[in-house]
């Protein structure tokens, strides 16, 4: 996967598969309908997932496994991530590590060969509250790792600190805004939630009448007649990227328990990755 740096990656990824659907995978054993261990069980769930993919032909252009989910199974769980890191990309599918890392430069430092070399992940996910040094070891000059920093989440307690004033009189997210832009190097993107549309068109305008569009990984998007998702609705957030000026096509948007638990809505575990397929289908096709 060759490319300049991750902004042109993540274009040239969108435009081949024809969606930018980023499909999330945080398993939940609960909802897994195999038999097994609870390592084998979410091995073969997401293997059998992209059998599927391969077989129809309906790729999402990015994977975002959330770390904790596999963490909280056990330490076996851990190479359960790697490999489907693994084999995912070897079927030309990138992923993002959803690990939301950030501290102390050398911490930083250990984080990121841990997500890139560990687990071969081609992006991560950061806190970038602690300020440039918690975020520049992920940032290396050359090649094309990516870095997803929180900036605009739709979390209750986002309001908590992203809603504070500054002296300035503007709003913390949007001075967490002006680093970013600052410290990217082509390889640096943001998350900003889906769940409101005019929220995320104000913050789209802000970075295109600075010159500086940069990729978005929003989550929070929902299926419908799937469960799950935040209520974000696909079109609606391409549609404000879109009323904020917004040109290059490289944002992506998250979709996690609505794809994989989409056999939910029928009722028929045993068809859970034709269910999944069937609701990646439905997602682009609406975003057409």
Request: glycine share 10%; proline share 6%.
């Amino acid at each position: 996967m060759v490319s300049q740096n991750f902004s042109s990656f993540l274009e040239k990824r969108i435009a081949e598969c024809g969606n930018p659907v980023c499909m999330g995978m945080d398993p939940v054993l609960d909802l897994i309908p195999l038999e097994g261990t609870p390592e084998e069980k979410v091995k073969r769930f997401y293997f059998e997932i992209l059998e599927e993919i391969l077989r129809r032909g309906v790729s999402p252009a990015v994977i975002k496994p959330n770390s904790a989910y596999y963490e909280c199974i056990s330490i076996d769980a851990l190479r359960v991530l790697q490999d489907i890191i693994k084999v995912y990309q070897s079927a030309g599918i990138p992923s993002i590590l959803d690990a939301k890392r950030g501290d102390i430069g050398k911490s930083s430092a250990a984080y990121a060969r841990a997500a890139f070399d560990v687990f071969g992940a081609d992006a991560v996910t950061v806190s970038p509250w602690m300020g440039s040094d918690s975020v520049a070891p992920f940032l290396p000059q050359g090649g094309f790792k990516g870095v997803y920093a929180l900036l605009r989440t739709s979390n209750k307690g986002a309001a908590d600190f992203q809603d504070l004033k500054t002296k300035e009189g503007s709003t913390a997210f949007y001075a967490v805004a002006e680093k970013l832009m600052a410290w990217d190097n082509g390889n640096l993107g943001a998350v900003v939630g889906a769940t409101h549309p005019e929220e995320l068109e104000a913050i789209t305008r802000f970075f295109v009448e600075h010159n500086h569009e940069i990729p978005f990984l929003i989550p929070g998007v929902s299926i419908p007649g799937v469960p799950g998702g935040q209520g974000g609705d696909a079109k609606t957030v391409l549609n404000a990227i879109n009323n904020g000026g917004g040109k290059r096509q490289f944002h992506v948007l998250n979709s996690s328990s609505g794809l994989n638990f989409a056999w939910q809505a029928k009722g028929n575990p045993s068809s859970f990755a034709v269910a999944c397929v069937d609701a990646l289908e439905r997602l682009t096709d609406s975003l057409r």
